[in-house]
């Protein structure tokens, strides 16, 4: 399981420095695919393979459209984690959620995934996800 947030910076390049107690478990590649709310998600190897055979069985019951796959697969890359564990984050992922050279990010768990984020956009939906649980007691 993934949880915890941390702030980091990408460089000049395009590299994210992973946090090291997800590293583990990441080690030594990694899939970047484009998330939900505009992030990106970081999967194991084995989550990656996981998430693909359900899109394909969705698109064969109709519950996802062979559009959605394709966007999915064009869009997820396979990268190596280097010797000091970072990450490339092609230009095509940072562009999607926001993310430019030389900047803050924030890298966060997701349980069964790591998010990369830019930070006011991660501020908005996790300040709506706890408005959300708070209101549910009232």
């Not at 900047?103 to 790591?114: A, E, H, L, T, Y």
Request: proline fraction near 4%.
């Amino acid at each position: 399981m993934f949880v915890g947030v941390h702030e980091r910076q990408l460089d000049p390049k395009g590299r994210l420095a992973l946090p090291a107690s997800f590293r583990p478990r990441l080690e030594p590649r990694c899939f970047l695919s484009i998330g939900r709310d505009k992030c990106v998600d970081i999967l194991t190897a084995e989550a990656f393979e996981s998430a693909a055979r359900d899109s394909m069985e969705k698109v064969r019951n109709g519950e996802m459209s062979l559009n959605q796959q394709r966007a999915q697969a064009s869009n997820t890359f396979e990268v190596a984690i280097d010797a000091q564990g970072r990450i490339n984050i092609e230009e095509k992922l940072r562009e999607y959620a926001g993310l430019t050279l030389n900047s803050r990010v924030v890298v966060s768990g997701s349980f069964d995934r790591v998010e990369i984020w830019n930070p006011e956009r991660h501020d908005r939906v996790v300040t709506m996800g706890i408005e959300q649980i708070a209101g549910s007691g009232e």
